[in-house]
């Protein structure tokens, strides 16, 4: 007889139930919240993902929610390879119960820098050339249907950030990638939502989350 080979079911083989998506969006945007006191002039993503990420541990466990673990800087294995390479280094991982015992099944939370004007251009541009990208070319979320971006806000309005973000991802990845907003999160200064095709022809669904982290903005000169 013979045997059918073992392969994930469905394309793609890693996705979330609507349940679980709420979950994530509201443990980010409550442990943003709770790190934003502790940030201070001048910090840069590493840092202020160290403090975040420390907070959405805190308010995990003030929620009672014991089918979840947090972690970060989480190397992403080359696993085409036998060699010591890797893909890269993802700042959030978030993995349900239901995850464990597979390294590739995780939910993937990329951050960055973010801010309204053009003294912050370079770093809403760098969102999508540098953020946004690892999801599409296979350095994180190979085979998932959803991932989170995490924008630290360091200067107003969102709404103008939103609208860069935006066209940067729609030059890059055409019209159908255009951002729409999705529920709000008292937590957070906005929430889009947009579908990106990766060369694969897989699609993945990119949340990003907008919080108020203007503590962290360079002291003024």
Known sequence: MQLTPDLPAGHPSFDLGADEIDTVIDLICRGASAARPEMTPGLFEVPMTIIVRKAMKRVKRELGLTNLEVAGEVEIDDMATTGPELLGRIDITLKFARQFGDEDDYVGVECKRVGAGSAYSQLNT???????????????????????????????????????????????????????????HDDALSIHEGSLTRPDDTTIRLTHIMVDMTPAAPAAS
């Open 126 to 184: 760098r969102y999508v050339t540098e953020g946004v990208i690892r999801f599409t070319n296979g350095q994180y979320a190979v085979g998932h249907g959803w991932g989170f971006m995490l924008g630290y806000t360091l200067a107003l309005p969102s709404e103008a950030i939103m609208t860069a973000i935006d066209a940067r991802i729609q030059q890059d990845y055409g019209k159908g990638s255009a951002l729409v907003a999705a529920p709000a």
